[in-house]
């Protein structure tokens, strides 16, 4: 089964920048596509960005420009670039096996404020 586990939250001002990471074990990160998606309290889980097993990327309208997802295959490591952060990005950021398995990691908290 494939393990996802997220790091790299935290608080930042606005404009700021933060680098989320997600380590997967139990198969090769290249076999299916892997996503992020974030929530905030009281709403639904949204949809951020998805990086395909050709490693082609996508992004929400809402991040566009300022969120790059990418990765080490080597390492089995995805990787969530937040530049120009607002305060609208805070939120519980998880990635999500896009296979099967469909499995998600536990979310790391993300905060922008001054």
């Known amino acids: 089964q494939v393990q996802l586990v997220e790091s790299g939250g935290g608080l930042v001002q606005p404009g700021g920048s933060l680098r989320l990471s997600c380590a997967a074990s139990g198969r090769e990160i290249t076999s299916y596509p892997l996503d992020w998606y974030r929530q905030t309290p009281g709403k639904q889980r949204e949809w951020v960005a998805t990086?395909?097993?050709?490693?082609?990327?996508y992004y929400a309208g809402s991040v566009k420009g300022r969120f790059a997802v990418s990765r080490d295959d080597a390492e089995n490591m995805i990787y969530l670039q937040m530049d120009s952060l607002k305060p609208e990005d805070t939120a519980v950021y998880y990635c999500?096996?896009?296979?099967?398995?469909?499995?998600w990691g536990q979310g790391t908290q993300v905060t922008v404020s001054s």
């Open positions: 990086i395909d097993s050709g490693g082609r990327t």
């Open positions: 999500k096996d896009g296979g099967p398995e469909g499995s």
